[in-house]
């Protein structure tokens, strides 16, 4: 369960930085909201697996998840570089939260 919730957290993230990019583009009060709920959401589901995951491990894939989540995110709906390092970089940031899942 503690791991459902990491991913759950790692999603939401996601949803809060997507909607960062929105409002700046936007200014409208349904972007600041579900900015406020993805970031919200990714902190409670983050803090329910900390009840069960080491903090370091925890930590490390949530980040680890928003921040590659993001990154494709912008590639496919922002015109964000698609560069294939750039693609290489993105895989070695998921592998090695998969590689903490693993020796967890």
């Not at 993230?13 to 409002?23: A, C, F, W």
């Amino acid at each position: 369960m503690a791991w459902i919730s990491l991913i759950l957290a790692g999603l939401c993230e996601m949803l809060g930085v997507v909607m960062i990019n929105k409002l700046h583009k936007d200014r409208n009060w349904q972007s600041l909201t579900l900015l406020i709920l993805g970031f919200g959401a990714s902190f409670l589901f983050l803090s329910i697996a900390m009840e069960t995951l080491p903090m370091g491990t925890a930590y490390a894939v949530w980040t680890g998840i928003g921040a590659s989540g993001g990154a494709i995110l912008g590639m496919l709906f922002y015109g964000e570089s698609k560069d294939w390092r750039r693609l290489i970089f993105i895989g070695m940031v998921l592998g090695a939260a998969i590689g903490l899942k693993l020796i967890s």
